[in-house]
């Protein structure tokens, strides 16, 4: 069963100049968030990844960062000293 989460408070970023398409974020991602495009890799559904880092840490070209979990914990935190709405803050409306 595949989980929503927060919307825009994903850190997952992709450096597409860097994969290969190799495929192994695919295989790893508990959340189907990635997705082949051609012969490369693509974000397919950002507020699905829960930050577990798999991708990242398992991506042997460094094409996919994310901080481990800090995305939606941040965004909950700031959203209740503020009373606003989740978000990550950034000017541009994406986390990453």
């Not at 295989?27 to 990242?56: F, H, N, S, T, Y």
Request: with cysteine; glycine share 10%.
């Amino acid at each position: 069963m595949k989980h929503r989460y927060l919307t825009n408070v994903a850190t997952l970023a992709f450096n597409e100049e860097k994969c290969n398409g190799c495929g192994v974020c695919l295989e790893v991602c508990p959340q189907a968030v990635l997705a082949r495009a051609g012969k490369k890799i693509e974000i397919r559904d950002r507020d699905a990844c829960m930050e577990c880092g798999a991708c990242a840490v398992n991506c042997p070209f460094g094409a996919l960062s994310v901080q481990s979990g800090v995305g939606c914990a941040s965004a909950l935190i700031k959203a209740a000293l503020t009373g606003k709405e989740p978000t990550c803050g950034s000017d541009d409306g994406c986390c990453c």
